[in-house]
């Protein structure tokens, strides 16, 4: 028998891949997705969910290239939260339409200063003190609060819409052999399966760079490490990012809701990035110095903490620097790609599309070839704070 045939094989169930899955699907592309693990385990189960409009890099002086390249994502991504984008989210809606920025008086025109020259002066909004978020309101030291048009997105809402959306599509597999369209699956037991494609993406985070080996690609790529902190308890909702005496945010917070029925931040920022170097014990001790600035001594008191660290895979801009735009590179029927961050994941697979046109690989429909019975799916992989053990 002749291997199933594909006109396109997705290799990573991140947000990457789902979300090129679902544009090649509605292309009319004969198209599959396999993931090793779970739908979303690693980078972006471990992401924060903000969808970055750029300002971020104009707060660390990168006010260029990489500014430029997230401006209009967080409108991309209302679009399709809304049904009216290449990309159809709906039901699902935004965790918090916008984010925060709370900080010190004097930093608050260098701040809007910066995002004039990054071209992003409408992002950023000044807020009275009766607009605030509840969170902030009356703490010493905040002496003003901006708004940004940055929207914070349910990150396993959103893997769990895409994978029913999906599903019959989505394989639990290794590719053990690549070559050129050529590609062989091994499941999880331990059965073999023989595919071909016309494409083959391989948008797998760390994984990618392991597969690009195996195919005799090297990629211009870095791990840049975290080490996050979780803070679970009676906390009130907050999203967004503290900034202290320096233009580099000290803190980013998101809000989310534990099983139990518990509150717990998400805390990155600053803290995630000094923290790679700190033990877990250390780190919380900074985090509660950080959140003394929020939060009454008491409730700070009453709070459990855990950490974890994650290693983002990322393309390597020139001297290390983070890429303002995705990395795509290959040639004939492979291609590996990187977004870096989850914001840019729409753009992606524009570029995946956008190769398919220029190849003149037309879609064959998106019916499905036959496969073997009873091969298994990946499940979800489970949010930070459900897998983590609290202090």
């Known amino acids: 028998m002749r291997p199933p045939a594909l006109d396109c094989l997705v290799v990573g169930g991140g947000i990457a891949g789902l979300w090129l899955l679902d544009r090649l699907v509605s292309a009319g592309y004969r198209a599959l997705l396999v993931e090793r693990e779970r739908l979303g385990a690693g980078q972006t189960i471990a992401a924060q969910g903000i969808i970055h409009g750029g300002m971020k890099y104009a707060l660390d002086g990168l006010a260029g290239a990489a500014s430029r390249a997230l401006a209009d994502a967080p409108e991309r991504w209302r679009r399709a939260l809304a049904g009216q984008g290449d990309v159809d989210l709906r039901p699902l809606s935004a965790a918090a339409p916008a984010t925060h920025l709370w900080l010190g008086e004097g930093l608050a025109g260098r701040l809007l200063a910066a995002g004039a020259r990054a071209g992003l002066a409408g992002v950023v909004q000044p807020l009275s003190p009766e607009d605030w978020p509840a969170a902030l309101r009356g703490r010493p030291g905040i002496g003003r609060v901006l708004r940004l048009d940055e929207p914070v997105l349910d990150v396993p809402a959103l893997l769990a819409l895409l994978a029913r959306r999906h599903e019959g599509r989505i394989l639990r597999a290794v590719p053990?052999?690549?070559?050129?369209?050529?590609?062989?699956?091994?499941?999880?037991?331990?059965?073999?399966?023989?595919?071909?494609?016309?494409?083959?993406?391989?948008?797998?985070?760390?994984?990618?760079?392991?597969?690009?080996?195996?195919?005799?690609?090297?990629?211009?790529?870095?791990?840049?490490?975290?080490?996050?902190?979780?803070?679970?308890?009676?906390?009130?909702?907050?999203?967004?990012?503290?900034?202290?005496?320096?233009?580099?945010?000290?803190?980013?917070?998101?809000?989310?809701?534990?099983?139990?029925?518990?509150?717990?931040?998400?805390?990155?920022?600053?803290?995630?990035?000094?923290?790679?170097?700190?033990?877990?014990?250390?780190?919380?001790?900074?985090?509660?110095?950080?959140?003394?600035?929020?939060?009454?001594?008491?409730?700070?008191?009453?709070?459990?903490?855990?950490?974890?660290?994650?290693?983002?895979?990322?393309?390597?801009?020139?001297?290390?620097?983070?890429?303002?735009?995705?990395?795509?590179?290959?040639?004939?029927?492979?291609?590996f790609g990187f977004p870096s961050k989850l914001a840019l994941a729409p753009r992606l697979a524009d570029m995946a599309l956008d190769g398919l046109a220029a190849a003149g690989l037309r879609p064959s429909g998106p019916t499905l070839p036959d496969l073997p019975a009873g091969w298994p799916a990946p499940d979800l992989a489970d949010p930070p704070w459900e897998t983590v053990t609290w202090s």
């Open 176 to 335: 053990v052999a690549l070559a050129g369209g050529s590609v062989e699956l091994a499941g999880p037991d331990g059965r073999r399966l023989a595919l071909t494609a016309a494409r083959v993406f391989v948008v797998a985070g760390a994984g990618t760079q392991e597969l690009a080996g195996q195919a005799g690609a090297r990629l211009a790529t870095q791990t840049r490490p975290l080490h996050m902190l979780m803070a679970k308890g009676a906390l009130p909702e907050l999203y967004g990012h503290a900034l202290g005496l320096s233009d580099k945010p000290l803190l980013t917070v998101t809000s989310h809701r534990a099983r139990d029925g518990a509150a717990v931040w998400y805390l990155g920022g600053g803290l995630a990035e000094d923290g790679v170097a700190m033990a877990p014990a250390t780190l919380i001790a900074a985090g509660r110095a950080r959140l003394a600035a929020l939060l009454d001594p008491a409730l700070i008191g009453s709070l459990r903490f855990a950490s974890l660290r994650i290693d983002r895979a990322e393309a390597r801009g020139a001297a290390g620097a983070r890429p303002s735009d995705p990395l795509w590179q290959g040639e004939g029927p492979v291609i």
